[in-house]
């Protein structure tokens, strides 16, 4: 099973930058993939950035202003979030896709979420 510890969410003004990272440990054969989604009450999860088989993809909404960065020896996760607006303001969760330890079988972990607010 994979455990995962999600940190740097905050309050923090419009433009202002914030970092987020998650960091993965337990017992498994292989990350796969990793990434953020994000999550407004009374509305749906919304995926914001995935890395998997080397390629990354961001969603329309935070493309050129937000980065996922991956450190494979630590098994961590990062986001930097740049130019940040009020419409970011969620719930931000890292999941991730993980091989289990006996191979045969891929499952999929969430961190329990930090929250992100953009306010002036």
């Known amino acids: 099973q994979v455990q995962l510890v999600e940190s740097g969410g905050g309050l923090v003004q419009p433009v202002v930058s914030l970092r987020l990272s998650c960091a993965a440990s337990?017992?498994?054969?292989?990350?796969?993939?990793m990434g953020w989604d994000r999550q407004v009450p009374g509305k749906e999860r919304e995926p914001v950035a995935r890395?998997?088989?080397?390629?990354?993809k961001y969603g329309d909404s935070v493309k050129g202003r937000f980065t996922i960065s991956r450190d494979n020896d630590k098994n961590m996760v990062s986001m930097q979030m740049n130019s940040l607006k009020p419409e970011d303001t969620a719930v931000y969760y890292c999941?991730?896709?993980?091989?289990?330890?006996?191979?045969?079988?891929?499952?999929?972990?969430w961190g329990q979420g930090t929250q992100v607010t953009v306010s002036a």
């Open positions: 999941n991730v896709d993980f091989r289990t330890i006996d191979y045969f079988s891929t499952r999929v972990a």
């Open positions: 890395m998997a088989n080397g390629r990354i």
């Open positions: 337990g017992s498994f054969f292989s990350i796969d993939a």
